[in-house]
């Protein structure tokens, strides 16, 4: 049992459980396990499929309406308030259970297992009697990582609107199956309408070094990094890799190369300032013997400063020139799609910093690199975002890691959100958009 | 029909069929067929099986024993001697049935469908009482190409010895499955002895321009560039592409994009002397969000000069160990194999200029700088190597060609070869490596 510190809003004779979180982490590890301890659960895979299972099991044991919208979000809705309805605008919490191949066991899971948690804390105060203002959904949003699918945040950016669900559902991994496709094979292609929530909090693992160097456990977070991200295709001309002569070649992995090379020393000259990176190239026909006529490729930049991302990205457009008048190939910009950096809402971070220090929690306020799915409904509601320690900055990795203590941490700011933001019908005013609350 | 020089070999009232080999061609094209007219026919592929059942069949129709070795090389035994028993060392033609991913028509197909035209001439003697010196054989190397297995030339290395039998079956393609596993699975797992030929000649297009741009239609060929071709592994460590820092990335395919992009630069070192690619690179684990930990890619330095191309090997660690500077990212060279630069035995090179002559085309002579089963098979018998023209110099291209005149003209060459090698029992002296000839 954790220990709750004085101003806490978590009533008396409830109790936050210690390990809960980490335990069920490590029951969800199972779904896509590897040898090294990494998982891979590919959005919509089989393994995503039996991870999905297993949530919508404990939510129903815990006392959830468990429903899917069209493009596989999967909601489960606890109904907290006096008149045995949902509300139409619940407090939500949650994250994503598709991980990156070979990712780390924490990343979105961390979140959707820390909701569920809440969630049963939230219904023990509720089988005691209590009567909250705004009922209480989780969420495990579909497609968070780009990594089967691209882009990422889908199932977030259908809800935000962002992305109709026919749009949504026909993106195709590498092999031509459509997320359509996909959801139907794993049974999570539903119907139901996405529950507009009233605010949406997310928890996640930093993914970087910042916590854990200023020795904290919780980062509330203000705004997210802007990032432009490209999907390339450099077209070549296949030829024997032994007799053609060299300038009769055009080399489509040449002009990558050389377009990963650049785009790499674009982040040199901003240090800190601009991340860079190429994760993904399909290089075609792809054998010893033969120059490469076709290399797709996944290249971004990110930057905290928007002046410098948009020279940045001048920078990479002069790399591409540059890239094909040294190999005579053709780069062809298939896709962009820019994530402009934008503030958290301020009273939002406030209520988690009230809510950290509640939990006996000084917190750290910082920027995302990352995208999230609280980053991906910015606009469509109230969200927040709260950090947990990533141990040595791992993300993305087998290796990625959060001591219990954190994730203990961090289930406790949540509660404190929850009992805040859920309300009590006879005690508290109601948070922001009070519309379709049941506590009228 | 192919008119015939003065002082040819053929006798009187043997044809050389005009149009045949372009006929053969065109059915086999349909053998793994794509649509943009390419053929994707890998080594021990459901097609290549295909190929395979066809090739037996019009070899038994011409009156072959058909069999199959170890690892797969298909052979068809033509008896022309007096005594109605097999040679132990016939004269061989042939080459290869596999093909590059979206690989061309022509490429190894020519070798082998022009060496079972010429054992149909050759038969048709045989039928009308003529008794030879040597039997003749057809052959069907197995995985030339190097394309589904590496290294290349399997088959003629299994035969040279430079491989044995289980060295060569345990080889895995990129999907995990051996030689031995798709051998078995499209029936060519055979058990034969290779037949040691007396001498070996194939024929194939040049992959090059020179035929094409000095207007003639035969080249015989003198000696073989060296090779050097590595396997290796650049190996980082995975991470996010956004928050990671970008000091504390080891990220792999940034490390092997260095070295595409020096191996290149090596090459414009010593322009027309060296050639450089890499053409075959697989990133783990290929997801946009993530920085690939690891990267496995096939590279090859080639150069017709014994110092130069030593020179460049030194030249291309220099090149690794920068960028294992640049990146932090180890480089492992996993495999290197070097192909000497060798000179073709100076008897067949007469002997083939000779049939060139006889068949009406003065041959040019040059160096191969692509290798082929006639080089790997250097050392383990006499060897010839005989080019046609590629129009445009294109190759392993699904634009692969060469004219019809142009296969003609190489048939007729090959013909005159092979009553030149076979010889007569009656009239001519036999040819080099008499051992074992049934005409004692």
Redesign the interface.
């Known amino acids: 049992m954790v220990p709750v510190s004085e101003g806490s809003l978590i009533p008396d004779g409830i109790t936050i459980p210690s390990r809960r979180v980490a335990e069920l982490l490590e029951e969800f590890s199972a779904f896509g396990a590897r040898p090294d301890g990494g998982i891979t659960r590919l959005a919509a895979s089989k393994e995503d499929g039996l991870a999905r299972d297993r949530l919508a099991e404990l939510l129903r044991e815990a006392g959830a309406n468990v429903f899917v919208d069209p493009v596989g979000n999967q909601f489960g809705m606890f109904n907290l308030c006096d008149k045995g309805r949902a509300t139409t605008e619940p407090i939500m919490m949650g994250s994503h259970l598709d991980s990156?191949?070979?990712?780390g066991r924490i990343d979105g899971t961390l979140g959707v297992v820390s909701a569920l948690v809440v969630a049963r804390i939230l219904m023990s105060d509720r089988q005691r009697g209590h009567r909250f203002e705004r009922d209480f959904c989780v969420v495990n949003w579909t497609n968070e990582?780009?990594?089967r699918f691209?882009p990422?945040l889908i199932g977030s950016g259908y809800a935000a609107g962002r992305l109709t669900a026919d749009e949504a559902l026909s993106v195709r991994d590498d092999d031509g199956i459509s997320l359509d496709e996909a959801l139907i094979a794993i049974g999570y292609r539903g119907h139901a309408e996405v529950p507009r929530p009233a605010a949406y909090v997310e928890i996640h693992a930093?993914?970087?070094?910042r916590l854990e160097n200023a020795g904290r456990s919780i980062a509330i977070v203000t705004h997210n990094?802007g990032?432009a991200?490209f999907e390339i295709t450099a077209l070549g001309?296949?030829?024997?890799?032994?007799?053609?002569?060299?300038?009769?070649?055009r080399?489509a992995?040449?002009a990558?190369?050389?377009v990963?090379?650049g785009l790499?020393q674009i982040?040199?000259r901003w240090?800190?300032v601009v991340?860079?990176?190429?994760?993904?190239?399909?290089?075609?026909?792809?054998?010893?013997?033969?120059?490469?006529?076709r290399v797709t490729f996944?290249a971004?930049i990110?930057s905290d400063d928007k002046a410098v991302l948009a020279e940045a990205e001048r920078e990479a457009q002069r790399v591409l020139k540059e890239a094909e008048a040294a190999t005579g190939v053709r780069l062809r910009v298939d896709q962009r799609s820019v994530r402009a950096g934008r503030p958290m809402p301020a009273e939002m971070i406030d209520r988690l910093e009230a809510a950290s220090r509640r939990a006996g929690h000084e917190p750290l306020r910082m920027g995302?690199?990352?995208?999230h799915d609280a980053i991906g409904l910015l606009g469509y509601c109230p969200t927040g975002l709260v950090f947990v320690p990533s141990v040595e900055?791992?993300?993305?990795?087998?290796a990625e890691a959060t001591s219990v203590e954190d994730m203990d941490a961090g289930l406790a700011v949540l509660a404190e959100a929850a009992f805040d933001l859920c309300g009590s019908a006879a005690e508290r005013d109601p948070p922001n958009r009070p519309e379709g609350s049941c506590a009228e």
Do not use: C, F, Y
């Open positions: 990156q191949p070979n990712g990582e780009g990594a691209r990422s930093e993914q970087g070094r990094w990032a991200k001309e296949q030829a024997h890799t032994g007799p053609t002569p060299m300038d009769d070649r080399d992995l040449l990558a190369s050389h990963v090379v790499r982040a040199n240090p800190g991340h860079t990176s190429v994760g993904r190239q399909l290089v075609s026909p792809n054998s010893a013997n033969v120059v490469p006529d996944s971004e990110r995302t690199v990352a995208g900055g791992i993300a993305h990795n087998a």
